[in-house]
């Protein structure tokens, strides 16, 4: 597999730690999100999987990962149906409180006891479809309208996903950073509600920071599932604009950094995103925010970013060691490995803009030079995070070779032949 690696020298380092001080402040208080999203009739706590056997062929002590593929259900499956549905509630529960001098409950929204106020209201996001998908979630079931902008390379599968869920979805002739500049502009004149993580402002504002805060319910149920947390020595996520890496990265850190008397070993925090997309590597090789110069054109779509988000890089300076791009077969070769199974452990639905951190696990098997930069020996314990399932179900079956339902059979057959431990 042909990779680019940059090793973070100035992680953890004093100037970085001040840089990202302010931002890593707006984002300490999650838990009343988290805590809220718990009530929600639709939440359930996703799984961490075991893999020991792929563990054992990749020479390491334990290898999880996070499943996030059915999340609020497998029409969302992603982390993005967190912070997008959290931040809906709390913009309508604001407006209502404006206007009539109560604070609504998410249960309340969910009637039409407000209905009066919230169908005026218009929330709007640019998306490749994860984030679309979810504020049109968010949107339906609170009661107010959905305004979902996607870019040129957007599948016709996943816009149709978010028109099923009432979202009016306008196609832009451009990159992602196009469709953000015109939901952007759109919601100033229009009066729309904006709702992206993507902060230019250190994450000071409402709703970027509602929704990093939301997306915390993947960290806190992550740890809770992870036998021993302090002998982590890898946690990967995915890039694109660097905001859940950030959010990940700062929990992990925030539960692991100790005393000054007594500090912890915080993991190799490790940053995987596409060639063609590559802006957080490029940042972090020049040592500042910067864009990418490749196509932008990967089958990783969600990942499709052409520059950082401002404030999420501030975090990653700071906390990540290693930045990765790999091609689209990383995450092809990732998603077949986990769907299949083949190393005998629970077969996993993993989408394409999650699946790569995978497949640079299963190269790190025959790589030794990509085992070495990356500090994977005997005694890791590695933990990915696969923040999406089959967001496109046809794409997803035609990659892997399998559809996401007949991966899922597979899944619970796995289950019901497992002993409880």
């Not at 499956?77 to 309508?92: E, R």
């Not at 009637?111 to 919230?118: P, V």
């Not at 899944?411 to 431990?421: K, L, N």
Request: hydrophobic residues 40%.
């Amino acid at each position: 597999m042909e990779y680019s690696h940059h090793f973070n020298a100035d992680r953890l380092s004093t100037q970085a730690e001040i840089d990202a001080a302010v931002c890593m402040q707006n984002l300490s208080n999650w838990m009343p999100a988290v805590d809220e999203i718990r009530t929600w009739p639709e939440y359930s706590r996703q799984p961490l999987r075991t893999l020991p056997n792929l563990a054992r062929r990749l020479g390491i002590q334990q290898l999880f990962i996070k499943d996030e593929s059915k999340r609020f259900g497998t029409e969302l499956g992603s982390f993005k149906a967190l912070g997008a549905p959290y931040s809906v509630y709390k913009i309508l529960a604001e407006e209502v409180h404006a206007k009539k001098g109560v604070w609504p409950s998410a249960a309340e929204l969910r009637t039409d006891k407000h209905h009066d106020i919230t169908q005026h209201i218009t929330v709007c996001v640019a998306t490749d479809g994860n984030q679309g998908r979810g504020l049109a979630y968010g949107a339906k079931i609170f009661g107010c309208r959905c305004v979902d902008y996607i870019h040129s390379h957007c599948s016709a599968g996943r816009a149709q996903r978010m028109m099923d869920l009432g979202a009016i979805v306008i196609r832009i002739d451009g990159e992602y950073e196009a469709s953000v500049a015109r939901a952007k502009e759109d919601a100033r004149m229009n009066g729309w509600y904006f709702v992206s993580s993507t902060s230019w402002s250190d994450f000071d504002n409402d709703v970027p920071q509602q929704v990093m805060n939301a997306y915390m319910v993947v960290l806190e149920e992550a740890l809770a599932l992870i036998p021993e947390v302090n002998r982590i020595t890898h946690v990967f996520v995915c890039g694109g604009v660097g905001s859940i890496a950030a959010a990940i990265f700062q929990g992990f850190y925030t539960n692991l950094r100790g005393t000054l008397k007594a500090p912890a070993r915080v993991p190799r925090f490790v940053l995987v995103e596409p060639s063609e997309a590559d802006c957080l590597l490029r940042s972090a090789k020049n040592g500042e925010p910067c864009q990418s110069q490749g196509s932008l054109h990967t089958l990783m779509a969600g990942l499709a970013c052409r520059a950082p988000s401002p404030a999420a890089w501030k975090i990653l300076t700071w906390l990540t060691s290693d930045f990765l791009s790999v091609p689209d077969s990383a995450a092809i070769q990732g998603m077949q490995e986990l769907a299949y199974g083949r190393a005998g452990d629970v077969p996993v639905v993993c989408g394409e803009s999650s699946a790569a951190t995978m497949g640079v696990m299963v190269a790190s098997g025959t790589d030794p030079s990509l085992r070495e930069k990356l500090g994977l020996g005997a005694d890791s314990q590695v933990v990915l995070f696969g923040l999406e399932g089959a967001t496109d179900p046809e794409i997803y079956e035609s990659l892997v070779g399998k559809s996401p339902a007949a991966v899922f059979k597979a899944q619970d057959r796995f289950a019901s032949q497992t002993p409880a431990p």
